[in-house]
């Protein structure tokens, strides 16, 4: 039946062929992204296939509900409606008045910018990258870079796009660095991922630095890559010890990265001081300052205030000052 | 390679499919770390009973579709996955004949070599964190290693697959 001498090229050449062949793969990883992007494009049929399951789980249970599940649900659904809807008029009216503030000072307005919700496809089960896939690609606009957020905070940014999905580094990976700053006194700071789904830290952080436990950080919008603003984490420690030279200092993720189902994906506002793949860099530097400007000018107490209680639903972008009848369109809504 | 034809070629396929499949179905993540490592199971079991047909390239280029897949580092799981079969393509004849429970144990080792290799290869290439959960896998491998065997064994007797 079988043969014991196995002809044509012996198991270690072919060993061998393949030990050089990854190594091969493993140098020129950096180099082979194009590829990579071509090849996730052929197999991502493969990822709709294997999300099906999931779907027709949850499909069966959607049309399986009770009446009782789904007067409950409703129930439930109207009163976070109108809580939802006071909020919005509270917030309606601040966002005028920081409009006004802001032009007053002659500082950058706010700016709503495109949205879109994107539904999680795959989580890689691969112990040492935290990457989930969306179901939006190229051909839905999304590009490499794009901040990605979900109804609590920062989940993470895209970092490779095919046609029909594209993949998004969650905050938490260890190669995954946010610039952030404390909401209570501004101090900058750099927000690493630990590999841990429910654990960031801040690193080099002077043990002089004025930083509690309790205190929420949000995007600087530094990076040039996350819109200003969006909640990030909260700090959860902070361990100051003799001998050592900076204070540790972690922080949890406020997005449920361990449970995420749908984020939305943000397009920031084209004269925003976030850089977008097809834009010429050439106002970079004027905006930058802008930037600054915006940072003096939220030190103001009145501003202050305002930022803390609109902060999830803002979409802060620094530009140059524009009359604030121009943005009128309530900043929940999503486009598209 | 053998004189004989190849027979059954498309089952054996099928099941590699349905392997990589169930390799990257988005599951619960308190389930996710115990996710056993079908690919590589359903590879391990096809390179030991027809050493001749499935073997080291194969594996070689299972382990790419995975990593491309995984959003990995490209030729990490390749890597892992050639050496394992070439250990288990080493033994094939051992292992045929070992009894059920000794057969488990070996392919759980074989599970835990993989992913150390994969850990190796990742510390080299960036900084990962060494969790005692990377071994789970092999502990959910030990458990349905034998009903893999049984089911692609009836598989390869009922389609005369050689």
């Given amino acids: ?336 | 390679m053998s004189f004989q034809a190849a027979n059954g070629r498309f089952i054996v396929w099928v099941t590699l499919f349905i392997g990589v499949i169930s390799q990257i179905m988005p599951l619960p993540s308190a389930v996710d770390t115990w996710r056993p490592d079908w690919l590589l199971m359903i590879v391990l079991y096809w390179s030991i009973a027809l050493p001749h047909r499935y073997n080291i390239l194969t594996a070689w280029m299972l382990g790419l579709v995975l990593d491309i897949l995984l959003g990995a580092t490209l030729g990490v799981r390749s890597l892992a996955m050639s050496l394992v079969i070439y250990v288990a393509i080493l033994h094939c004849q051992r292992l045929r004949n070992f009894p059920k429970w000794q057969q488990s144990l070996v392919i759980m080792l074989l599970i835990c070599m993989y992913h150390l290799v994969i850990y190796w290869v990742e510390f080299v290439m960036q900084e990962a964190v060494f969790d005692t959960d990377l071994f789970l896998p092999a502990i959910s491998g030990l458990v349905i290693w034998p009903w893999i065997f049984w089911i692609l064994r009836r598989v390869r007797r009922h389609y005369k697959v050689r």
């Fill in chain 1, 1 to 336: 039946m079988k043969p014991i001498f196995v002809r044509g090229i012996s198991n270690q050449f072919r060993l061998t062929l393949a030990i050089i062949l990854s190594v091969a793969l493993l140098v020129a990883n950096h180099r082979l992204d194009p590829v990579r992007q071509n090849l996730s494009s052929v197999f991502s049929p493969l990822q709709y296939l294997a999300s099906m399951p999931g779907a027709a789980l949850d499909w069966s249970s959607e049309s399986f509900a009770t009446r009782n599940m789904l007067a409950l649900q409703n129930k439930e659904l109207l009163r976070q409606q109108l809580l939802m809807s006071e909020r919005l008029q509270r917030f309606e009216h601040l966002r005028q008045e920081n409009e006004r503030l802001r032009a007053l000072l002659g500082s950058p307005a706010y700016l709503d910018s495109r949205k879109m919700v994107a539904e999680v496809l795959e989580v890689a089960s691969d112990p040492f990258h935290h990457y989930v896939v969306l179901n939006h690609g190229s051909r839905s606009g999304v590009f490499v870079g794009q901040p990605v957020v979900d109804a609590q905070g920062v989940v993470g940014q895209v970092v490779q796009v095919s046609e029909m999905t594209s993949r998004v580094l969650l905050l938490s990976d260890v190669s995954h660095g946010l610039p952030v700053r404390i909401t209570r006194n501004d101090v900058r700071l750099v927000a690493n991922g630990t590999g841990e789904l429910d654990e960031i830290e801040l690193r080099h952080v002077a043990k002089s630095t004025d930083i509690r436990v309790g205190d929420l950080l949000v995007t600087s919008g530094l990076g040039n890559r996350f819109p200003e603003g969006y909640p990030v984490a909260r700090v959860l420690e902070v361990l100051t010890e003799d001998g050592q030279s900076y204070a540790r200092v972690t922080a949890q993720p406020l997005a449920a990265l361990d449970r995420i189902r749908y984020v939305l994906l943000i397009w920031p506002s084209p004269d925003s001081g976030v850089t977008l793949p097809n834009q010429p860099t050439a106002p970079a530097a004027d905006q930058s300052l802008s930037e600054e400007a915006s940072k003096i000018g939220s030190a103001s107490p009145a501003e202050g205030t305002s930022a803390e209680t609109t902060k999830p639903v803002t979409t802060p972008a620094a530009t140059v000052a524009k009359p604030a009848t121009e943005t009128t369109s309530p900043a929940t809504e999503v486009h598209r």
